[in-house]
């Protein structure tokens, strides 16, 4: 069963600072990585799909890695404001486009 | 676009009751997908379809589950009995081809007393 594991479930950053999420997953034959931000009481939002033969996206603040070798994945928020405090969580997709999902990393940022 | 449309947004009934949540994917998207989130178990992929047929139900935990498509911008999650164990959020998401992005509903908070 592939499994996805997001570490640590919960960060607190003051404001402006750089920080890294991290997701790892076991699935060697992984077709995309998805990073989504999940605000409480809503649905999911798509941040950032990283294709298997790709090695990063970047979107604004945001950049996103793959290494498949490792099984790792991390999402980079630079700059971070009050406004990014959310729950991330990764999905290793599959190429029948089931995602699984890791449990999530809980940001807060502290103006 | 009005994006993926749930109803209802919460769902308070009792034991034994059945439920059924209504999801209204992204017009054009070919694909469908229903899931579970709670906090144990995080989120669960329970079934998707991809022109309104169902393609892997491997998610439905038990036969009180059930799922339909009966056209391209409506799908139904039926729970009949319901009991307390199924308390959860409810998720539908619909994409444009099986690899793409998914695009998230609100979500149905259902709780069963």
């Known amino acids: 069963k592939q499994e996805v594991t997001q570490i640590p479930a919960a960060l607190s950053v003051p404001e402006g600072e750089n920080l890294v999420l991290n997701c790892s997953f076991t699935d060697s034959a992984i077709y995309n990585l998805q990073w989504f931000r999940q605000d409480p009481g809503k649905g999911l939002t798509s941040l950032l799909l990283i294709q298997s033969s790709q090695r990063e996206q970047t979107s604004g603040r945001l950049n996103a890695s793959l290494d498949k070798s490792s099984g790792r994945s991390t999402l980079y928020i630079a700059a971070s404001q009050p406004g990014d405090s959310a729950t991330y969580l990764c999905a290793d997709g599959g190429s029948q486009g089931n995602l699984i999902f890791g449990k999530g990393t809980k940001l807060s940022v502290k103006p | 676009d009005a994006g993926v449309i749930q109803s209802p947004r919460h769902e308070v009934t009792e034991m034994g009751q059945e439920v059924t949540l209504r999801c209204k994917p992204i017009s054009g998207h070919d694909y469908l997908f229903w899931y579970r989130q709670t906090m144990m178990r995080g989120l669960e992929l329970l079934i998707y379809?991809?022109?309104?047929?169902?393609?892997?139900d491997s998610g439905m935990p038990e036969d009180r589950f059930s799922a339909k498509m009966p056209n391209a911008s409506f799908s139904t999650l039926k729970i009949q009995p319901s009991e307390p164990r199924d308390s959860a959020v409810y998720f539908c998401?619909?994409?444009?081809?099986?690899?793409?992005?998914?695009?998230f509903g609100p979500g149905t908070r259902l709780t069963v007393l």
């Open positions: 998401a619909s994409s444009r081809h099986r690899t793409d992005t998914q695009y």
């Open positions: 379809f991809n022109n309104n047929v169902p393609i892997d």
